[in-house]
C-alpha cells in the first residue's frame, strides 16, 4: 500500500481509497493544493460518502458492506 500511495500521489491521483472489507471501512485520501494526500477521512457503517470527482455521486456503504456480506459468506 505504501508503494501504490506514493504512486498515486506522484501522478496527482485526486482522490486514493483504501477498503477493508472484513472490517467495514473505507479510508479516503484526497490530493491537497500542494499535490500531496492530507489525512484520511474515515468512514463506516451507515456513513455515505461523497464522490470529490463526481459531483453528484453519492456511496451509501450500508448497501456496500450488506452485498459485501452475501458474496463472502457464498
Do not use: Q
Not at 484526497?30 to 492530507?38: F, I, W
Not at 463526481?54 to 459468506?73: A, H, M, P, S, T
Amino acid at each position: 500500500l505504501i508503494e501504490k500511495f506514493g504512486l498515486y500521489e506522484k501522478h496527482l491521483i485526486k482522490e486514493y481509497w483504501i477498503i477493508h472489507p472484513y472490517e467495514e471501512t473505507i479510508l479516503v485520501y484526497k490530493l491537497c493544493p500542494d499535490n500531496r494526500y492530507g489525512r484520511p477521512e474515515s468512514y463506516a457503517g451507515e456513513d455515505k460518502i461523497s464522490i470529490g470527482i463526481f459531483n453528484d455521486l453519492i456511496i451509501n456503504l450500508n448497501v456496500i458492506f450488506d452485498r459485501n456480506k452475501e458474496i463472502l459468506n457464498e
